[in-house]
């Protein structure tokens, strides 16, 4: 009897992805045997998605890479091959010249036919030929564009998803010129007002049911359904049901047609006019990614723009529409000291010579968690020059199980990593009213907050020798201001948020700031610089890598390496 | 001489018989399911050895018996492709929505007959490790449901059904769902989707096969109402004997609906393949003949989707020789067996055994604008081709038969069904397409000519022009 401890094998390295040899029009790839489904379970891979690291593309309308795969719409049908097998030997039979015999796919009843398998959920199998582009597949995409026609409104002129509609584009590629139809359409309900957000015309609509699989399940809502049959089949809300989940919108984007459109986008702006701007929601602490659809200074629509560490491809209705304020007529436009007009040069020198002659000890900052990190870093190093006092106003509201964080504020990390507030938000306002009352505070800098909601109030704010603002809105604070700065919403400007579970994202500039309003960085740099602390930078990369250097969470993170989708950093 | 052979329907038409379980033991009822519970293990020639259950299996592929539903598939190797190791429970689907126009043998058995069903479900579910099996009923048979549940209350209170079948220790149940009036129930996954309370649009396959993810996801076995019974009747007489019914790889019998245009409509039992499509319809045991002075005109062989048959039509039919060689045949329409495998040599299916005469006064225009506004109708609209395929059709017959033909019509109605068959999620896009393509391919002349006539009408101002 021996004792002998055998040794713990080796941890074993990751398992090598299986692949799979197939032909894609004639040409030979190599493809994982298993891939991701909708929910990120590994599944055999589809010919679709063969097709797609070949290269190539399979029209589609139904399939969609975060929903469960439906495969009603056919667009998909692809012909195909599989390596014809001897029944005794179960090996390849080949042909004279070595290569595998190909059966082709065909109706079992009809043989001279071919047959198509739907490439969204027909997995590929070793030697299989794939024939995305032959004149059998090009002929059942055309069939399949010619039935979604036919009984199609063709109303593009007027319709919202004209320039962005799959129906057009495969028409273009895939599609006929003319049509046989010559029966009266089907005609259904027209501008059905789904819910507080959605307008619905179902005679646009193709049936290929992804608003519902996402509203189903996505947002966890049964609201909607097919009612009906056949070419009549029609999508609505259950009865008595509105279409009013927060998430309602996300389905305006997954609709492939003009079906589902947005009671706050519709016919007000042409797509192509749009510029496109990568950039955050700021609704929440999520920090869900979007893109900003902008022309000629206005803002028109957020969408999400996917991003699967954080909001993969969609986002709420709340933060979709928080965007018409950021056009709103009274937002603050002019530099002002003690109500009068002012320059910039003049507001930072004076800035710069209120705090240079202030005591250590007597300044006082209340920055907001809706500012850029780099905005808070400088923040927090002007205030550490003077030894002020920093904190920040908590935002919390209800979260809920999809993307919605209970932190209101896009930067609650970004204020916990500078060091404007280390712990808790809010917690030491009553220590910046204690020593205002107390006359030791004499200077306070507000940014982005109305601190007269949360316990300095304007009995307090009368007693600064110097309060300096800077906002976007006009608030009660805004209003008794000694130097008031006037500020960008943040699709003006750019910065990174960083969001409640670490993600380090930047955002671009989509439209000009109003007015005389700048971004806050480019100020704050000013007075930073005049007062000696934080140089060495003149544009946003340059501060995000200078303040990278300086905030351990943040350290090895450049600008350039946050990319569009952001980085995570330990919180 | 052709004769009926009654094994399903043996008492069902018998006078006095009753749906009772008292009457269905009176005439040897439960007789099987006793039989197959004491079933002794088997040892195969090869040393393989077989449970009692894989005994019943292997009886029931032994038999060659077919599904009576419509795709005629050995019932023994849809049995053989249930996942039995995935651990989760096996579900028994009795598929009573019988709703191929035509067809309208398995009321019989429902209505007649209801324990002779319910005896070939609990052997099914027995030899399959069910434990709980429902019957779906079509909502338009709501004397059938009643009947099912009176039936199953009473072989629950016999303790055939339920806990502790007949002493086993083994519990099994069945419910009976009914459907509420569509045609799509009657397609295996449409009909699992249904019972599981939703839309019943069909699944695709893959990964849907109902073997392995069927109702509830778990492994489910569908039979059709027919099909069940015949199990009973393979346990009485063993997969081998049953076999010796009907003809070589189209086993046992059958009930055949015969309507439309002869002497004497109904159902007829009939050893597979032993009686021929012109003995239907004319011998005096079935079908009677035509009515006088009329000619046949078409037949549609197995419900309304199959392919029509025109009078005059020859097959080439391959044959297996006594010595095993194959030969080709030429076939007459009215000499083709009734059996599955000389059908779909002919070009259609025997379906669900729905045979449909029509004479010489029939407009084959207006037939299929018929059939084709059933399928129009009937489409459940999930997938492209057949929702927006299927009206199509039908609406341009529809203007055919209303003065608004066209002579292209003929061609403009097989471009749509040719982009219809194979195209879809379930076999309906081949039920939709096959008969506008069999009738306009079969009879071209007639849509050519009916065409041609309305635009001559519309031409000189007889009739107003259609919708275009």
Not at chain 1, 46 to 69: D, F, N, R, S, W
Request: aromatic fraction near 6%; include cysteine; hydrophobic fraction near 35%.
């Amino acid at each position: 009897m021996s004792n002998v401890v055998t040794p713990a094998p080796a941890p074993a390295a990751p398992p090598p992805v299986e692949k799979i040899r197939i032909k894609v029009d004639g040409r030979d790839i190599e493809v994982p045997k298993m891939l991701p489904d909708w929910q990120g379970k590994p599944v055999p891979t589809t010919m679709l998605q063969a097709v797609q690291i070949a290269g190539g593309e399979v029209p589609h309308y139904c399939y969609h890479p975060k929903l469960p795969v439906a495969g009603n719409c056919r667009m998909c049908l692809v012909e195909f091959g599989t390596p014809m097998m001897d029944p005794a030997t179960r090996k390849p039979v080949l042909n004279e010249d070595g290569t595998p015999k190909i059966l082709r796919s065909v109706l079992p009843y009809e043989p001279q036919t071919p047959r198509g398998a739907i490439a969204c959920a027909t997995p590929i199998s070793p030697g299989m030929e794939l024939y995305p582009s032959s004149p059998a597949t090009r002929q059942m995409r055309e069939a399949v564009l010619e039935s979604l026609l036919i009984n199609h409104p063709l109303d593009c002129p007027i319709c919202d998803q004209a320039g962005e509609c799959k129906l057009q584009e495969y028409s273009v590629e895939h599609g006929q010129a003319a049509s046989r139809f010559v029966e009266p359409k089907v005609h259904k309900p027209k501008a059905v007002d789904l819910g507080p957000r959605i307008i619905l015309d179902d005679e646009r609509c193709i049936l290929c049911t992804r608003c519902i699989r996402f509203t189903k399940d996505i947002a966890g809502d049964d609201a909607l359904g097919i009612v009906n049959r056949g070419s009549y089949n029609t999508i609505a809300a259950a009865p008595g049901r509105q279409f009013d989940n927060n998430y309602t919108l996300n389905t305006v984007d997954l609709c492939p047609v003009g079906a589902l459109t947005s009671k706050d986008f519709r016919f007000k702006m042409r797509v192509w006019f749009l510029k496109e701007t990568k950039s955050l929601c700021n609704s929440c602490g999520t920090g869900c990614n979007i893109q900003v659809g902008s022309r000629e200074n206005v803002i028109h629509r957020f969408e999400p723009r996917e991003n699967d560490a954080v909001n993969s491809s969609w986002m709420c209705d709340a933060g979709r529409l928080n965007y018409q304020w950021v056009g709103r007529s009274d937002r603050l436009q002019e530099v002002l000291i003690r109500g009068a007009r002012s320059t910039w040069t003049t507001a930072v020198a004076e800035v710069v010579s209120r705090l240079i002659s202030a005591p250590k000890g007597s300044v006082a900052v209340v920055a907001s968690a809706r500012q850029t990190t780099e905005e808070l870093y400088l923040l927090r190093a002007i205030a550490a020059r003077h030894g002020a006092i920093t904190d920040s106003i908590p935002r919390e509201g209800e979260g809920d199980r999809l993307l919605v964080s209970e932190d209101r504020n896009p930067n609650s990390q970004g204020v916990r990593l500078t060091g404007i507030a280390y712990t808790e938000m809010g917690i030491r306002l009553p220590e910046i009213a204690e020593g205002i009352r107390a006359g030791r505070i004499r200077t306070l800098l507000v940014f982005g907050e109305d601190v007269t909601q949360y316990g300095l109030d304007a009995e307090l704010l009368g007693q600064l020798e110097t309060l300096v603002v800077s906002d976007i809105l006009p608030n009660a604070t805004t209003a008794l201001a000694h130097i008031l700065l006037p500020g960008c919403a943040h699709v003006e400007k750019r910065g990174t948020y960083i969001n409640v579970k670490g993600r380090v994202q930047r955002f671009m500039k989509a439209v000009e700031p109003r007015g005389d309003a700048r971004p806050e960085w480019e100020f704050l740099a000013e007075i930073a610089r005049g007062l000696g602390v934080a140089s060495g930078f003149s544009t946003i990369e340059g501060l995000f890598n200078r303040m990278a250097g300086e905030v351990p969470a943040l350290a090895g993170v450049e600008w350039a390496k946050l990319g569009d989708g952001g980085v995570t950093v330990p919180v | 001489m052709p004769q009926e052979y009654r094994l399903i329907l043996k008492h069902a038409d018998q006078p006095g018989y009753t749906p009772d379980i008292e009457c269905y033991l009176r005439h040897g009822g439960y007789a099987a399911l006793r039989k197959a519970l004491a079933t002794a293990p088997r040892e195969l020639p090869d040393g393989k050895k077989l449970g009692p259950q894989e005994v019943i299996r292997d009886e029931v592929l032994k038999s060659g018996l077919r599904g009576r539903g419509g795709a005629g598939f050995s019932a023994g190797l849809k049995w053989s492709f249930v996942d039995r190791r995935s651990g989760k429970p096996i579900y028994l689907i009795c598929n009573a929505d019988e709703s191929e126009p035509g067809t309208f043998k398995d009321r019989q058995i429902l209505h007649k007959d209801p324990h002779q069903l319910i005896e070939g479900m609990i052997i099914s579910c027995w030899a399959n490790d069910v434990r709980l099996a429902y019957i779906y009923i079509r909502g338009e048979m709501p004397q059938g449901a009643r009947l099912l549940n009176q039936a199953l209350r009473e072989a629950r209170a016999k303790g055939f059904l339920g806990k502790n079948i007949l002493g086993t220790g083994i519990d099994i149940d069945i419910h009976v769902h009914r459907g509420a009036g569509a045609y799509i129930c009657g397609e295996e996954t449409g009909l699992i989707e249904s019972l599981e309370g939703k839309r019943a649009y069909p699944r695709i396959k893959p990964p849907y096969f109902p073997a392995v993810l069927g109702l509830y996801m778990c492994p489910t076995i569908v039979n059709n109402v027919e099909t069940l019974c015949h199990v009973k009747h393979i346990v009485e007489l063993g997969g081998a004997e049953y076999a010796k019914l009907g003809t070589p790889n189209n086993t046992g019998t059958r009930i055949v609906s015969l309507s439309g245009d002869v002497k004497n409509p109904g159902y007829f039992e009939v050893e597979v393949g032993k009686v021929t499509l012109g003995e239907i319809i004319h011998h005096e045991n079935f079908g009677g003949g035509l009515r006088p002075g009329r000619s046949l005109r078409a037949i549609i062989p197995g419900g309304s989707s199959s392919k029509v048959l025109k009078a005059g039509e020859k097959f080439k039919l391959r044959k297996k020789g006594a010595d095993g060689q194959m030969t080709q045949v030429e076939a007459d329409l009215l000499d083709l067996p009734y059996d599955f495998d000389s059908l779909q040599q002919a070009g259609t299916m025997s379906g669900s055994g729905a045979v449909i005469v029509m004479d010489d006064t029939r407009d084959v225009v207006d037939v299929l604008a018929n059939v084709s506004e059933f399928y129009a109708h009937e489409s459940c609209g999930q997938c492209t081709p057949c929702r927006e395929g299927a009206l199509w059709m039908s609406k341009a017959l529809h203007r055919m038969t209303t003065g608004g033909g066209r002579a292209e019509d003929a061609d403009y109605l097989l471009h749509i069904a040719q982009n219809i068959q194979g195209r879809t999620i379930c076999a309906f896009g081949e039920a939709a397409a096959w008969p506008v393509l069999s009738f306009v391919k079969k009879f071209k002349d007639d849509f050519v000519t009916r065409g041609k006539a309305d635009e001559s009408a519309r031409a000189s101002g007889v009739v107003p022009t259609a919708h275009h």
